[in-house]
């Protein structure tokens, strides 16, 4: 009997032990896409490398950039990774979040973000990148990510920006319905959400924008309250890395002709992207973003997209890179 209540004891005083100790972790919300650019956020979670640190993370997930800088300047998330687009600088340069680290970039050899053409442009003469010239292409809004690439596109081949017909359309989803059924000419979309279309024979890959134009794509940023608390944001930016570095020693280490390998290294991390980004692993290894394996930030970029983002009309003027980065956290590439 004595031994049985021993026993019982115990297992008490380790359930106890165990809320003690989530008690004591600070509980952050993560907003992000289902796509591999995040892959280092669910290698951490996935891994318990933010458990690790002493962080209780939920992930929150969104259909596009701009609702989660909204999300985290709101306090609705407490922290943002995903793509810089005019909204989250015009945010940022009210003071409403910061930058805190870099994420994706796009890259030579490590396809993220293509062009994709509808069946029926690409059979009128929608045959590479520089061909959009004129053209209806979707993206998520105006000023996004997308279309800061279709701006580096122009100016490389000489073209307009303004020759090109933006169709907004707000979420990833809903470009690959019009591009799919050809209400636009042509979309810039990450391969990860085009990989089915593409499959399907639905649309046409004119190329990718890391071959044509590399630029910083993404990064971490936080609100006002999140930053005021230096040691849980040093606990997340640490996590981060940690996976950052696993994730670019095994699995972009790999990655041969756009594609990384399957074998006994890489599978367990390309099976954790594959459970948050709803693919099976023979596309995850199609679709894995370049990131930092110390989480640097191409500053100088950044301060080229603000500065371009601009001068277009489509970012508030009155601030620079160095206004909205917070340099406690950020490794400048």
Not at 61 to 72: E, G, S
Request: proline share 4%; net charge neutral.
């Amino acid at each position: 009997m004595f031994g049985y209540a021993k026993v019982v004891l115990g297992t008490f005083l380790a359930l106890a032990s165990i809320a003690a100790a989530r008690a004591d972790e600070t509980k952050l919300r993560i907003g992000v896409l289902r796509l591999s650019s995040s892959a280092p956020v669910f290698i951490a979670l996935d891994k318990g490398y933010f458990r690790d640190a002493g962080l209780d993370v939920e992930l929150k997930f969104f259909d596009a950039a701009q609702p989660i800088a909204v999300a985290t300047a709101t306090g609705d998330v407490d922290v943002g990774v995903t793509a810089f687009t005019a909204g989250l600088y015009n945010l940022a340069g009210k003071g409403a979040l910061k930058i805190i680290g870099g994420m994706s970039r796009d890259r030579p050899g490590f396809p993220l973000i293509g062009y994709f053409a509808s069946n029926k442009a690409y059979e009128s003469g929608l045959k590479t990148p520089k061909d959009i010239a004129g053209k209806r292409v979707a993206m998520t809004q105006v000023g996004s990510s997308f279309h800061y690439s279709v701006g580096l596109l122009a100016e490389k081949y000489g073209f307009k920006l303004a020759d090109v017909k933006i169709v907004p359309l707000q979420s990833m989803s809903n470009m690959a319905a019009a591009i799919k059924g050809e209400t636009v000419d042509a979309a810039l979309m990450p391969v990860s959400a085009a990989r089915k279309l593409m499959d399907e024979g639905a649309i046409k890959h004119l190329g990718w924008v890391g071959d044509e134009t590399p630029w910083q794509v993404s990064g971490v940023f936080a609100g006002p309250k999140t930053l005021a608390n230096a040691a849980s944001v040093s606990k997340l930016l640490a996590s981060l890395q940690r996976a950052e570095r696993e994730y670019h020693d095994v699995v972009l280490a790999s990655v041969k002709d756009g594609t990384a390998a399957i074998d006994d290294r890489t599978k367990p991390l390309l099976d954790i992207i594959g459970k948050y980004t709803n693919l099976p692993v023979d596309q995850v290894v199609g679709n894995c973003a370049y990131i930092d394996p110390d989480g640097k930030l191409d500053v100088k970029n950044i301060d080229s997209q603000i500065k371009w983002l601009q001068a277009q009309g489509f970012a508030d003027p009155g601030y620079d890179a160095a206004a909205i980065i917070a340099k406690d956290y950020v490794k400048p590439d």
